[in-house]
């Protein structure tokens, strides 16, 4: 069984910093999927690619709204992805939900069919 789980979002004035994690509890991330990435959900609107990393090699992928202000990391040994958000702003604010990768294809995984397993979702709200 394959759950994920997101912890660290919460409420952060513009500018302010958050670090989101997503463990990957019952089965090695590298056992069931390619890589990792997160998405984001605002009310009203669609679910949207943020970043995403493989467990293997060194590349990672981002929206064009969050470069240069977000990164993804992992810890292989905990078996968790990591997003570490600064500059935040309002814009940012929504459900956050990891995923993890299961179809591999040409270009970012940026498509949310490519991913199988989700978790939860955390809340992150940006004040102005």
């Known amino acids: 069984q394959v759950q994920l789980v997101e912890s660290g979002g919460g409420l952060v004035q513009a500018g302010g910093s958050l670090r989101l994690s997503c463990a990957a509890s019952?089965?090695?991330?590298?056992?069931?999927?390619?890589?990792m990435g997160w998405f984001r959900q605002a009310p009203g609107k669609e679910r949207e690619f943020v970043a995403a990393?493989?467990?293997?090699?060194?590349?990672?992928y981002y929206a064009d709204s969050v470069k240069g202000r977000f990164t993804i990391s992992r810890a292989d040994a905990k078996n968790t992805v990591y997003l570490q958000m600064n500059i935040l702003k309002p814009e940012d604010t929504a459900v956050y939900y990891c995923?993890?990768?299961?179809?591999?294809?040409?270009?970012?995984?940026?498509?949310?069919?490519?991913?199988?397993?989700w978790g939860q979702g955390t809340q992150v709200t940006v004040s102005s």
């Open positions: 019952g089965r090695s991330g590298r056992s069931f999927s390619y890589g």
């Open positions: 990393i493989r467990w293997t090699g060194s590349t990672s």
């Open positions: 995923a993890a990768e299961t179809q591999l294809r040409i270009g970012a995984p940026v498509d949310p069919r490519e991913y199988a397993y």
